[in-house]
């Protein structure tokens, strides 16, 4: 599920766009869906590596981490 569009034009806009594309927020959330994805992966190996069956917000956190370099 992609991520809403308009949240996204309002991210650019917080990073100073007076406008916004449509194209340009939906690349944008594309972009941003296949990272969260990512992360979550990591983060529920992470999670079945320590024995749980819920992710915990140290497990995104350290997958960000790890993904990030």
């Known amino acids: 599920m992609p991520l809403p ?3 996204v034009e309002k991210l650019i806009r ?3 766009a ?6 340009a927020a939906k ?3 594309s972009y941003l869906d296949d990272v969260a994805i990512e992360i ?3 983060a529920v ?3 079945e590596h320590a024995g749980r069956k819920t992710v915990r917000a140290e ?3 350290l997958s ?5 370099g």
């Open 59 to 61: 497990d995104i956190n």
């Open 5 to 7: 569009l308009a949240s």
């Open 18 to 23: 007076h406008r916004v594309s449509k194209g």
């Open 45 to 47: 190996i992470l999670s």
């Open 14 to 16: 917080k990073a100073g």
């Open 27 to 29: 690349e944008l959330a």
């Open 64 to 68: 960000r981490k790890r993904l990030s």
């Open 40 to 42: 979550a992966r990591e």
